[in-house]
């Protein structure tokens, strides 16, 4: 591979581009100062900034192509999308300002959903509701503000060791993203997943974080993603019996050259509706391990049964592997942290053991290898190569399959997208970027575990315990054990903050173990 040299400032490139990128790191502090800022007006207007820079960039970014141009020279139609889009943030402003357990009712009904829209001929799948929700969270939030009921929250306990740097590293990496977008090699890629995902999500953890949970709240949660999965499970279902996906040509044809038939139900591709499926199996499992025998107990697992046979149509084997370390998060709680930790360590032995000894009698094939995965055996050696060549601050946000293209495997590579996390950190942002992403992850597994001794009967503690300053420990357990499962699954398929449930995860773990009550006005 070429020697690569590092970015230098001076060439960042024309002024247009230099102002679009001081826009983008606008928004990005806008951003940060929600993320780090109390429930107060100040926080609802820094929401309110960052929500509105979004349509801002895409616009400037986007001026002279197809859709954009399309709108333009359709005033018509671009207002009757602006009055349209105004009037369902206005209503859902109102539904969460009138019953505030709506915003996350509202946010986990939008989470899966991806509305395709074809405008000048181009086609865009985009999460569509999730973003009108979030503008209607934010105008809720400054209709509080201005009446004065947001007052400044105190936490019954407050985060301490890694667990206090989860908010400022979730900050930081919103930020340095945008920095790199003054040198990245694909900015405009950059760009749109800082705006249709960075800073939308974080918006939205801004919100989530700030709820104060109830046992009858979090049983209403976990009844729509029940809903939700079973809807979405019928819909797979459907499409398995009938061999007829919804949407997605690139499935639809892999699927007539393969002996078996994947589905991807309501989502665009099997391994996202395979993680979403592993998510909901995870919930209901906590649920199930930590609920007195009873009718609900059945009908959980009779749930559970239904999500997991959805699972096996998908053929999604990161999403099995996902599944696996949730449920051995939950069994590391509920009973034994020991026994699950002795297993890891056979396992581990076990691999070595077969490399070691089995390793001249199996010949692998790398090339095999590479096609078994879809071509991400190349992506990673690939990844490496571009982490070398950039050590220190990498290509840049969003340019790894420009970069991948151009120095590693060509222009006519199949696969150019990388489908491992920690890979396309390195490769993008380098050193700096992969430092605050191991830090964020340690920080946010600190935050979610935080004081669970006292409660968990897999860390000691006697069954049934319950600590009154946080939150319920199936409630607990659950958020923990589901991030463990998405940050596994992004390890073979990537989509760590540009994936909301990510985002929503983190902010429900993290008032649970940090819980809020307001202060009085004295």
Known sequence: MPECPEPELREFGSAGKVIEALAALFAAGALAVAILDQPSMRRSVAMAVAGVMVPVLIAGDQWHSGPITELRNSPGMLALAIICALAAVVLIAWVIDRWPVMLPVLVLVALPFRIPLNVGGEDANLLIPLYLVMGGGVLASLIRARRGDLLEATPLVSPTGPARWLKPLLAVAVVIYALGLFYSDDRSTGLQNLCFFLIPFGVIFSLIAEVEWTKERLRILLGVLVGLALVCALVGFV????????????????????????????????????????????????????????????????????????????????????????????????????????????????????????????????????????????????????FEARPVYGYGPGSFSVAFKREVAGPNAPVTESHTEPITVAAEQGLIGLAVYLALIVSVLAALAAGMRKVMPGLGAAPRSYDPERGPPAARAAMLAGFVAVLVHTLTYAGFLDDPVTWVLIAIGYSLAFPCRATSAA
């Open 239 to 386: 499409e398995y019996a009938t061999r007829d996906l919804l949407w997605n040509q690139v499935v639809i044809r892999s699927n007539d050259f393969h002996v078996y038939f994947r589905v991807n139900s309501l989502f665009w591709d099997p391994n996202v509706y395979g993680r979403y499926l592993a998510l909901a199996i995870t919930m209901v499992a906590a649920a199930l391990l930590w609920a007195r025998p009873n009718r609900d107990s059945v009908l959980l697992a009779l749930v559970s049964g239904v999500l997991w046979l959805a699972l096996m149509t998908t053929y999604s084997q990161s999403s099995f592997i996902a599944l696996i370390a949730g449920l051995g998060t939950l069994i590391a709680l509920r009973w034994s942290l020991k026994w699950v930790l002795t297993g890891l360590a056979a396992l581990a032995v076990g691999v070595v053991l077969f490399g070691t000894f089995a390793g001249g009698l199996v010949k692998l094939d790398l090339g095999a290898i590479n096609k078994q995965t879809s071509g991400r055996a190349n992506l990673v050696e690939g990844g490496f190569d571009l």
